[in-house]
């Protein structure tokens, strides 16, 4: 049992830290905001340039080889910044799809350029009126040629107006039954019939409408053996999960140690209101809540990153992570007071980020529900 | 980082698991009326189960499991924290009486701020599982403020004098010594005139009486001292540094949480959802009760991460104090949140007490939700435990 970190972790923990408060301070995200595009290109390079891109690709595809740990310290890292920019949509969500389940020539092809800072990916799965299943899902790919016609409305596909490539998760008919084989297409988000519209959001990010109306997509591009891309998903939602609640941990550790700091410096009775009971102990909530979360996640991360079975632990974390979320950047609010109201004081950017993590890949209930399935209840 | 147990480590749990499930009756743990975090529904029993409790206690002495991480020369088996860890949670997840004051708390502290003639004296009586000891800490007036003691032991011709009264003295009657904190300076600093004694319950001048806590259990007694005399070398460590070795013996206490009993009683409880129907739907089917026990698992899992956590620093040298705390802090309201859980869940039956006809999960319910009020008091109150994270772990101001 080794709870922390082990030197090389330390080290990359320690580098992360540090490049990030350097070239990715909050005010980014501001400046991001109202940038069309959300990222800085020169940033991604210096990240693709220290491996960043490539952590979780093995050495044989020019990645860094690096393990789910050492993903999920970057995560932590890039949340205590807010950090905005495609590297959960590319590197989480795209890189591992095409790992699991791109063809060795789609591996060669896009996993380098991947790596080193020259593919932007994103994941189009959620449609209008579905929730993390995806057997509601309507998008259709119908079989004409050599060509797949890819028909659908795809809602909270982050970054797909700037990415190079989306993975768009649609189901074919199969037979006369009526039963959908669902398949993960690599579409070019320039190809015509995509409508591409923004969708403004409480954190900031950069999702977006994407329409695709007979969208002709070659046949090659499809990823995943037949009957195996549901599984893919179930598993691409446990380790995106966890990759969250990675994030989200960032995220809470500063909110929490910013709220630690004020409430040392503010004063109000002649004294620091840190001296005051009832804010010691919001402060010592926000200790078990954040430690809790630090924990949960690791385990679970460590898990994937050994490849044993996840599930229970995936799904404990995220639903801790997501109550500590939302427990830990109200309090820190609270204990701001009034100023933190104001869009100038940066602790909001913290809860708009912890409510959107919160949400991404199963809320809490979602989870507690999956807990309650492994229980065996 | 490595979220499992070294083959060694393994290979030890492997051997305390095996032994339990041998030398403990088969159905002890199913019968077990203790709620995990309580400390009014320890295990005390008939003659009978008093008479197993010892002999179980010297096959553990004989094996050294008692005093598993203390050093080989004072007579333990110089295992590692995980390793006391890995046994506290075996034992505590079978109900075994395998565990004390003596052995957890007062040899440890003894071994850290003891002096030669202490750790002659004591450890090796205590490592043989010879003696018991039960805490002398809280008084009528000095309860979360232990500064505020009233008790005093004044010095005469080499020995001490003690008089003052005790309170919440669990085992008091059943154990053979205490572990108590007296004022050996009424007029120093109401830190620095502390000391730590262990007292022999036979002393001439000590009056036992029971009090009856909320479960109906004889587990608290108030405890009178009138003119007793204790030798002067049965004073642990230095004169007037008590006060200083009790915030480490507290924190020692903080980590006897009995981690093992939550998962024991969460299971059977879960058993019991999963076999048992409401209206004729499946009990589990409910997803408000599916929520509920997610949650309780997750809370589990998470005591079971902060339990380890602690295991580790001992093992760096480092003595848990914050990290102890937020043990003991999340244990505890987890205590009350169990006993919340399984009421609401279990309804009208949840309020049939032990023995009685139609009593579901053998009354145990009802009785950890009576129990349970003393999780977040005892060893210090939750609230007490949130001042030790902020003020000693977050270094926000006293004032």
Same mark, same amino acid.
């Given at each position: 049992?080794?709870?922390?970190?082990?030197?090389?972790?330390?080290?990359?923990?320690?580098?992360?830290?540090?490049?990030?408060?350097?070239?990715?301070?909050?005010?980014?995200?501001?400046?991001? &905001?109202?940038?069309?595009?959300?990222?800085?290109?020169?940033?991604?390079?210096?990240?693709?340039?220290?491996?960043?891109?490539?952590?979780?690709?093995?050495?044989?595809?020019? %990645?860094?080889?690096?393990?789910?740990?050492?993903?999920?310290?970057?995560?932590?890292?890039?949340?205590?910044?807010?950090?905005?920019?495609?590297?959960?949509?590319?590197?989480?969500? %795209?890189?591992?799809?095409?790992?699991?389940?791109?063809?060795?020539?789609?591996?060669?092809?896009?996993?380098?350029?991947?790596?080193?800072?020259?593919?932007?990916?994103?994941?189009?799965?959620?449609?209008?009126?579905?929730?993390?299943?995806?057997?509601?899902?309507?998008?259709?790919?119908?079989?004409?040629?050599?060509?797949?016609?890819?028909?659908?409305?795809?809602?909270?596909?982050?970054?797909?107006?700037?990415?190079?490539?989306?993975?768009?998760?649609?189901?074919?008919?199969?037979?006369?039954?009526?039963?959908?084989?669902?398949?993960?297409?690599?579409?070019?988000?320039?190809?015509?019939?995509?409508?591409?519209?923004?969708?403004?959001?409480?954190?900031?990010?950069? &999702?977006?409408?994407?329409?695709?109306?007979?969208?002709?997509?070659?046949?090659?591009?499809?990823?995943?053996?037949?009957?195996?891309?549901?599984?893919?998903?179930?598993?691409?939602?446990?380790?995106?999960?966890?990759?969250?609640?990675?994030?989200?941990?960032?995220?809470?550790?500063?909110?929490?140690?910013?709220?630690?700091?004020?409430?040392?410096?503010?004063?109000?009775?002649?004294?620091?209101?840190?001296?005051?009971?009832?804010?010691?102990?919001?402060?010592?909530?926000?200790?078990?809540?954040?430690?809790?979360?630090?924990?949960?996640?690791?385990?679970?991360?460590?898990?994937?990153?050994?490849?044993?079975?996840?599930?229970?632990?995936?799904?404990?974390?995220?639903?801790?992570?997501?109550?500590?979320?939302?427990?830990?950047?109200?309090?820190?609010? &609270?204990?701001?007071?009034?100023?933190?109201?104001?869009?100038?004081?940066?602790?909001?950017?913290?809860?708009?980020?912890?409510?959107?993590?919160?949400?991404?890949?199963?809320? %809490?209930?979602?989870?507690?529900?999956?807990?309650?399935?492994?229980?065996?209840? | 980082?490595?979220?499992?147990?070294?083959?060694?480590?393994?290979?030890? +749990?492997?051997?305390?698991?095996?032994?339990?499930?041998?030398?403990?009756?088969?159905?002890?743990?199913?019968?077990?009326?203790?709620?995990?975090? =309580?400390?009014?529904?320890?295990?005390?029993?008939?003659?009978?189960?008093?008479? $197993?409790?010892?002999?179980?206690?010297?096959?553990?002495?004989?094996?050294?499991?008692?005093?598993?991480?203390?050093?080989?020369?004072?007579?333990?088996?110089?295992? @590692?924290?995980?390793?006391?860890?890995?046994?506290?949670?075996?034992?505590?997840?079978?109900?075994?009486?395998?565990?004390?004051?003596?052995?957890?708390?007062?040899?440890? *502290? /003894?071994?850290?701020?003891?002096?030669?003639?202490?750790?002659?004296?004591?450890?090796?009586?205590?490592?043989? !599982?010879? /003696?018991?000891?039960?805490?002398?800490?809280?008084?009528?007036?000095?309860? *979360?403020?232990?500064?505020? /003691?009233?008790?005093?032991?004044?010095?005469?011709? =080499?020995?001490?004098?003690?008089?003052?009264?005790?309170?919440?003295?669990?085992?008091?009657?059943? @154990?053979?010594?205490?572990?108590?904190?007296?004022?050996?300076?009424?007029? !120093?600093?109401?830190?620095? @005139?502390?000391?730590?004694?262990?007292?022999?319950?036979?002393?001439?001048?000590?009056?036992?009486?029971?009090?009856?806590?909320?479960?109906?259990?004889? @587990?608290?007694?108030?405890?009178?001292?009138?003119?007793?005399?204790?030798?002067?070398?049965?004073?642990?460590?230095?004169?007037?540094?008590?006060?200083?070795?009790?915030?480490?013996?507290?924190?020692?206490?903080?980590?006897?949480?009995?981690? =093992?009993?939550? +998962?024991?009683?969460?299971?059977?409880?879960?058993?019991?959802?999963?076999?048992?129907?409401?209206?004729?739907?499946?009990?589990?089917?409910?997803?408000?009760?599916?929520?509920?026990?997610?949650? $309780?698992?997750?809370? $589990?899992?998470?005591?079971?991460?902060?339990?380890?956590?602690?295991?580790?620093?001992?093992?760096?040298?480092?003595?848990?104090?914050?990290?102890?705390?937020?043990?003991?802090?999340?244990?505890?309201?987890?205590?009350?949140?169990?006993?919340?859980?399984?009421?609401? $869940?279990?309804?009208?039956?949840?309020?049939?007490?032990?023995?009685?006809?139609?009593?579901?999960?053998?009354?145990?319910?009802?009785?950890?939700?009576?129990?349970?009020?003393?999780?977040?008091?005892?060893?210090?109150?939750?609230? /007490?435990?949130?001042?030790?994270?902020?003020?000693?772990?977050?270094?926000?101001?006293?004032?």
């Amino acid at each position: 049992m080794e709870l922390g970190f082990t030197k090389e972790q330390q080290i990359l923990k320690a580098s992360a830290r540090d490049f990030l408060k350097k070239e990715c301070p909050l005010s980014m995200m501001r400046e991001m &905001q109202v940038d069309t595009k959300g990222f800085s290109r020169n940033v991604w390079k210096k990240m693709a340039e220290l491996g960043w891109l490539g952590i979780i690709i093995p050495e044989e595809y020019e %990645g860094t080889g690096g393990n789910f740990i050492d993903l999920a310290i970057l995560l932590e890292s890039m949340g205590e910044v807010c950090c905005p920019g495609p590297f959960f949509s590319t590197v989480v969500l %795209g890189g591992m799809t095409l790992l699991w389940a791109g063809s060795e020539s789609w591996k060669k092809e896009l996993l380098p350029r991947l790596a080193d800072g020259n593919m932007i990916l994103s994941m189009a799965l959620m449609e209008p009126g579905m929730g993390c299943n995806p057997k509601g899902m309507r998008a259709k790919i119908e079989s004409k040629g050599n060509d797949y016609i890819l028909t659908g409305t795809k809602l909270f596909v982050e970054n797909a107006h700037i990415c190079d490539f989306l993975l768009c998760v649609a189901g074919e008919e199969t037979g006369p039954s009526s039963r959908k084989e669902l398949r993960i297409l690599l579409v070019d988000p320039r190809s015509p019939g995509i409508h591409l519209t923004p969708l403004d959001t409480l954190a900031y990010e950069k &999702q977006c409408e994407v329409v695709f109306d007979h969208v002709k997509v070659p046949k090659e591009n499809a990823l995943g053996l037949e009957g195996e891309v549901s599984q893919i998903l179930e598993k691409l939602h446990e380790h995106a999960a966890v990759a969250k609640c990675a994030e989200l941990l960032g995220i809470i550790q500063t909110s929490f140690s910013k709220s630690v700091s004020y409430a040392k410096e503010r004063k109000q009775f002649g004294r620091p209101i840190g001296g005051f009971q009832a804010i010691q102990h919001h402060c010592a909530d926000m200790v078990v809540a954040v430690d809790g979360a630090r924990f949960m996640t690791y385990k679970a991360a460590w898990k994937l990153s050994v490849n044993q079975p996840a599930g229970m632990e995936a799904s404990m974390a995220k639903a801790w992570t997501s109550e500590a979320s939302r427990k830990v950047t109200v309090l820190a609010h &609270q204990i701001h007071g009034a100023i933190s109201f104001c869009d100038e004081h940066d602790i909001h950017l913290y809860y708009r980020k912890a409510k959107a993590g919160e949400i991404a890949f199963g809320d %809490g209930n979602h989870h507690l529900e999956k807990v309650a399935s492994r229980l065996g209840l | 980082m490595e979220f499992t147990f070294t083959r060694q480590e393994e290979a030890f +749990r492997e051997e305390v698991d095996h032994f339990l499930k041998t030398e403990l009756p088969a159905d002890w743990a199913a019968n077990s009326m203790h709620w995990p975090g =309580g400390y009014g529904t320890m295990e005390i029993g008939d003659e009978e189960k008093k008479q $197993i409790s010892r002999d179980f206690k010297q096959k553990l002495a004989a094996k050294g499991w008692l005093t598993i991480a203390w050093p080989r020369e004072y007579g333990g088996k110089g295992h @590692s924290y995980m390793e006391q860890a890995i046994y506290d949670e075996r034992i505590s997840y079978y109900r075994a009486p395998g565990w004390g004051i003596a052995t957890s708390i007062a040899g440890p *502290s /003894i071994l850290k701020f003891g002096t030669e003639r202490n750790k002659q004296d004591w450890v090796p009586r205590i490592a043989g !599982g010879e /003696i018991e000891m039960w805490l002398g800490y809280s008084e009528p007036n000095a309860g *979360s403020d232990l500064s505020g /003691i009233q008790t005093t032991a004044l010095e005469d011709g =080499g020995e001490y004098v003690i008089n003052g009264q005790k309170t919440w003295s669990t085992m008091a009657h059943m @154990s053979d010594y205490a572990w108590l904190i007296a004022r050996t300076d009424p007029t !120093g600093h109401r830190h620095k @005139s502390i000391s730590l004694f262990v007292v022999d319950n036979k002393t001439p001048g000590i009056t036992i009486r029971p009090l009856i806590n909320i479960a109906g259990e004889h @587990s608290f007694n108030e405890v009178f001292f009138d003119n007793v005399r204790v030798p002067g070398e049965n004073m642990i460590g230095q004169k007037n540094m008590g006060f200083y070795y009790l915030m480490t013996a507290l924190d020692f206490e903080r980590l006897l949480v009995g981690i =093992g009993g939550f +998962r024991f009683v969460f299971e059977r409880f879960l058993d019991y959802i999963k076999t048992t129907e409401r209206d004729g739907v499946p009990l589990g089917k409910d997803p408000l009760v599916r929520w509920k026990m997610a949650e $309780i698992a997750i809370k $589990i899992e998470t005591a079971y991460l902060f339990f380890w956590r602690t295991a580790e620093m001992l093992d760096k040298d480092q003595i848990p104090s914050v990290e102890s705390s937020a043990l003991k802090l999340l244990t505890t309201e987890l205590s009350r949140k169990m006993a919340d859980v399984f009421m609401e $869940i279990l309804g009208s039956y949840g309020l049939l007490m032990p023995g009685s006809k139609w009593a579901p999960f053998r009354g145990l319910s009802p009785r950890g939700y009576l129990d349970c009020i003393s999780a977040t008091i005892g060893a210090g109150t939750s609230e /007490i435990q949130r001042n030790i994270i902020a003020l000693r772990g977050l270094g926000l101001p006293v004032k």
